[in-house]
């Protein structure tokens, strides 16, 4: 059992963190190498903060640490706008992710197949892609298999299931994001356009995130399936 | 300490110091709590725009009602209205509605004091032209000549509802209907406890009182050089009637001359002098109509004369070289004009097609290859990219704390990018640019937004921009 001041810094601690990870991810061009900016697409470093908290807190500490995470970045960086759009991306991706974190393996399937439709809607819409849309497509194309591999893996206990997990926080979070954005903008016309393009990059970053959260845990000798925060 | 107690705790301190700091440079609510309701209908071969801050948005539908009525009662061309039975009553006597017999005297009065400049009977010869379709056919001379013999306005006799026009004679109320409806919708508006809003009836703005916060309409006066939609001056209303008739409106270029809708009485001819358009500001909305286009007839020196006789009457000149004059009172009215397009204001424009400096309807003869849809969290229209070389445009939305949001955009024929714009991180700009070529080969189509300042700008072709248009206004 650690005692109130152990929490009150590891909070301080993890939310510092989490803030610091998300200077990181405004600070990495993601897009520039697309060849351009796109609103909303960033590496989500920060989710990994998330992952630690959802797998190895309980989930009032998962919230606390992402509704400090949202609004003190929104108040430091943005603006209530801002804050607007990441607090409904925030929610959706804890709730998914705190929803399936013992079955990562359905997170992973879901987010394939997902990729897979945002694949297919992009394909659709142009069917000969070129410029950035060319970029997205082969991109979306290696995360969709990505996904599929990763549920294959953790069936077979091949990996452990935090990739899993992430994948489907990712694109939670993408997905709450725009749908806030097009009430906001008043522009419906996104959730047709811009929403797969989101999906796909939830799904490459989600794994990136969730392969480097695995790694920490490793690293750290934390054991995910294992929480401290809950009783045997 | 328990846990979960804490947990809470410091939630709330959380979420409570959110919403005090979020306070700060956050939108307030409206100094008026009613909201702004805008209803578009299209009468009189016009876009009517009307909108007001009520609670009852049924009002506006029934104001737009009130403009079909009216428009049954004063067109030349449906049959079994006032003017048509004047006109096709061969001479005999016509009992017509107290309303019409109102409009005539008013445009009788004007004819007297413009020394005939405006003249309703003017039909004869304005049937001739054919400035809407496109057509650019110029009429015979010698059949404008006979014409314009038919055209005089001291032949109207007008006895209480009695009115008698001679045989052959017509008249038509283009020059003044609107401005009679305008007031009339006003006046319907004001009965029933609407005491803010503003109503675009084509050239013609009347306002109800002023704005929730205290201050006057602005009423964009257009560019006379860029028929799409470019402000040139900003006008001040405080409550009044704001009217403009200009060559830019309706009319066509053959040879160097502009042949445009307001036709000389004498001549039968378009009126070619110094001025490009006139702006009359005055109460009634319906004098304000006829004295435009007879104040434009008169040219800038006679038309100011008359506006200084008349009391509470101030008048507007802009010349064809692009430079401007006015009547002694038109201090009041004008404020500094900039190259501006601003969402909340001006309130509306002086053409309908574009009210806010926006088109919102966009037609076939429209000379733009593409149309930057812009919507915003108040409005939303289209800017028509330029015909050639390069556009810089400021948007600026006008947040109810006084603080502004800036965006500028540079267009180009092909499309347009964000240059510059005061939000943070400057996403719209990296966002890059958008051509009619490269728009299905972007992470984000067609559109460039903005998301902290709530603003989208999206390229469309005119095809897709006239469908657009269309669902707007449901034709």
Known sequence: MHTATQKVARFGLLTALALVLGLLDRAIPLTALLGGAAPGIKLGLANTVLLYAVYLMDWQSAVFLMLAKVILSGLIFGSLTAILYSLSGGILSLLVMLLIRRKPESGALCAGILAAGAETMLLIQNPHPGGQRLWIVILIGVACAVCFAAWIAIRKGKIRGVPGTSIAGAIAHNIGQVLAASIVLRTPQLLSTYLPVLVGIGAAVGTLTGIVAERVFRALHMNPDKPEGQKK | ?475
């Not at chain 2, 015909?387 to 400021?394: A, D, K, L, N, W």
């Open chain 2, 1 to 475: 300490m328990n846990k979960r107690n804490s947990f809470l705790r410091t939630m709330a301190a959380l979420i409570v110091m959110t919403l005090v700091m979020g306070g700060c440079g956050y939108r307030h609510a409206k100094a008026s709590d009613l909201p702004k309701q805008t209803r578009v209908g299209y009468y009189l071969d016009t876009v009517i725009t009307l909108t007001a801050y009520t609670d009852q948005p049924e009002l506006l539908d029934k104001g737009l009602e009130y403009c079909g009525e009216y428009e049954k009662m004063l067109s030349r061309t449906v049959e079994g209205s006032d003017v048509w039975n004047i006109n096709h009553a061969e001479g005999n006597t016509v009992t017509v509605s107290e309303e019409t017999a109102e409009i005539l005297r008013t445009a009788v009065k004007i004819s007297e004091v413009s020394d005939g400049a405006f003249d309703i009977t003017i039909a004869p010869v304005s049937v001739l032209w054919d400035f809407t379709s496109g057509s650019q056919i110029i009429p015979e001379s010698a059949t404008i000549e006979q014409a314009a013999r038919l055209v005089d306005f001291r032949q109207i006799q007008i006895e209480g509802n009695n009115v008698t026009l001679p045989a052959g004679m017509m008249i038509d109320l283009g020059g003044i209907a609107k401005g009679y409806i305008a007031d009339a919708v006003k006046a319907k508006l004001e009965a029933a406890g609407i005491t803010s809003a503003i109503l675009s009836f084509g050239g013609n703005i009347v306002a109800i009182g002023l704005k929730p916060d205290g201050s006057p309409w602005k009423v964009g006066i257009q560019d006379i050089d860029e028929p799409t939609g470019k402000t040139m001056m900003v006008s001040l209303n405080y409550g009044g009637s704001t009217v403009t008739s200009g060559i830019y409106e309706r009319g066509f270029t053959v040879d160097g001359v502009t042949y445009h809708h307001i036709l000389s009485s004498e001549t039968g001819w378009p009126v070619q002098n110094e001025l490009a358009s006139v702006t009359i500001f005055s109460d009634s909305s319906l004098m304000g109509d006829a004295l435009s286009t007879a104040v434009f007839a008169l040219g800038t020196e006679k038309g100011s004369r008359l506006i200084e006789s008349m009391d509470g009457v101030e008048a507007l000149f802009i010349n064809r070289d692009r430079s401007a004059a006015g009547t002694s009172g038109l201090g009041k009215y004008m404020e500094e004009g900039e190259n501006w397009i601003t969402l909340e204001q001006p309130d509306s424009a002086e053409k309908t097609e574009e009210p806010l400096t926006l088109l919102i309807q966009v037609r076939e003869s429209d000379p733009a290859p593409g149309y930057i849809l812009l919507q915003s969290a108040n409005e939303q229209g289209f800017l028509a990219l330029p015909i050639e070389g390069e556009v810089t445009r400021t948007i600026r939305q006008k947040l109810d704390d006084g603080s502004e949001w800036l965006n500028v955009i540079r267009m180009t024929p092909e499309g347009f990018c964000m240059i510059e714009a005061d939000c943070e991180g400057h996403d719209c700009i990296a966002e890059g640019e958008v051509t009619l070529e490269n728009m299905k080969d972007r992470l984000l189509w067609n559109m460039v937004i903005c998301a902290p300042h709530r603003l989208t700008l999206s390229l469309y072709t005119k095809e897709e921009a006239i469908q657009i248009s269309r669902q707007w206004l449901g034709y």
